[in-house]
């Protein structure tokens, strides 16, 4: 009885030794065919990948040029509207400059050449008058006249009026020739002999011209 034990006891051992054999050979070859199709879902995948890569790269590129010439644009769009901008600013300044120099300063300022020239003449008809008589009276009056004849011209610098420089010939941009007197000198032909009347240029034009007396060679 103990061998019959003993021998379906070694039968049941080598039983379970055979499955579980045939249970690793069942496993591995489960892991090589999984291992096999991982493999080949790799290569398809890559395979795959570069086709589709290529494309999507070349595709993205072309779209983020786009983008770039949009911006582009746009920067230009920038540019021009901020020139326009800038020149319409400047146009509407010189409007505005113009409009308050000729219709507001100029006015005032013709009409204060106005008081200069009477208030010159009345110091050169004091001055005639005055010849050798001596009064105090005569005297303060030529200064107070002298006074106010020169806070005119202060106030013509402030305004940016500035009076004809003195010159020794006739240039009519800046001179109108009231009367000649003649001459035999051909080289003094034009030569100012005597300023009449002051002249003035205001913001780089001439306001009034100079008048003046000049030799003319006959």
């Not at 096999?36 to 395979?47: G, I, M």
């Not at 007197?181 to 009347?197: C, L, Q, S």
Request: charged share 30%; proline share 2%; net charge negative.
């Amino acid at each position: 009885m103990q061998e019959l034990s003993a021998a379906a006891t070694l039968a049941q051992e080598e039983t379970r030794n055979n499955d579980f054999t045939s249970l690793l050979r069942e496993f591995r070859i489960v892991t090589e065919t999984v291992q096999s199709l991982e493999s080949a879902l790799t290569r398809r995948v890559e395979n795959i990948a570069s086709i589709i890569l290529p494309a999507h790269a070349t595709e993205a590129a072309h779209q983020f040029q786009k983008i770039e010439e949009g911006l582009e644009s746009i920067r230009a769009t920038e540019s021009v509207n901020q020139r326009l901008f800038d020149s319409l600013h400047e146009e509407l300044l010189k409007y505005r400059d113009n409009f308050l120099y000729e219709s507001l300063q100029k006015p005032f300022v013709r009409d204060l050449i106005g008081v200069y020239d009477d208030l010159t003449l009345l110091a050169t008809q004091l001055k005639t008058a005055s010849e050798g008589r001596k009064s105090d009276r005569l005297t303060r009056w030529q200064e107070n006249l002298a006074n106010a004849i020169h806070g005119v011209l202060e106030v013509f610098h402030r305004l940016e009026v500035a009076e004809v420089e003195p010159k020794e010939f006739v240039d009519l941009a800046v001179h109108r020739v009231v009367a000649y007197e003649t001459t035999n000198r051909t080289e003094d032909n034009g030569r100012i002999v005597t300023r009449v009347k002051r002249g003035f240029i205001w913001r780089g034009n001439v306001l009034r011209p100079e008048e003046v007396i000049a030799l003319r060679c006959q």
